[in-house]
């Protein structure tokens, strides 16, 4: 997976998100400022190609971690199902996190979903959703120090009363 990622083979995820050709100006707004402060925060500028393309490279070696789960839905389910995984996902990783392992959702590594699947030996109507790499988290480590800020609870929630 490293090595067609380095020489940026083609990419051919089972499950296609196209990205938005516009994003709500607020949600755009975060991505960037997201982006930036990672970015920084492992000391890595915006304008570092090489570095950036480190960056991206370690996603397929999960980062370090010893174990990557991913998950994979039946072909013939409905769309419906993403969101019985997405909660299946939460459910497996917040069950590590009281083990003391760390995880980390990763899309990307679903780019090269055929190589997985005959790499893994599953069957081909599955279809790769996410990649969940697992280990005991360094500390020390600069990216692991970085935290997304969070809106609170009051500026996206409306309660009716
Ligand atoms: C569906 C999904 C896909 C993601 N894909 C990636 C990825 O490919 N690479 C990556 O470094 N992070 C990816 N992330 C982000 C990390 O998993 C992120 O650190 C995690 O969601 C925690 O979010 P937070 O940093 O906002 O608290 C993804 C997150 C989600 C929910």
């Given amino acids: 997976m490293l090595e067609l990622a380095k020489r940026n083979a083609p990419i051919k995820p089972d499950i296609l998100l196209p990205k938005p050709a516009d994003w709500p100006e607020q949600m755009e707004k975060r991505l960037r400022e997201h982006g930036a402060r990672r970015l920084n925060t492992i000391g890595i500028e915006r304008t570092d190609r090489a570095g950036r393309e480190k960056l991206r490279l370690m996603n397929f070696e999960f980062y370090g971690a010893p174990c990557a789960v991913f998950l994979f839905m039946d072909g013939s389910l409905p769309e419906w199902s993403l969101f019985d995984i997405g909660l299946f996902a939460q459910n497996l990783i917040l069950s590590a996190h009281c083990f003391g392992i760390g995880s980390c959702i990763q899309a990307s590594v679903t780019e ?15 279809k790769l959703v996410a990649c969940i790499s697992m280990g005991h988290p360094d500390k020390e480590a600069k990216l692991n120090t970085y935290r997304s800020v969070k809106k609170e609870a009051d500026e996206f929630m409306y309660w009716h009363e």
Wanted: hydrophobic share 35%; proline share 0%; aromatic share 14%.
């Fill in 112 to 126: 090269y979903a055929k190589e997985i699947k005959t790499f893994l030996n599953i069957e081909k109507n599955k």
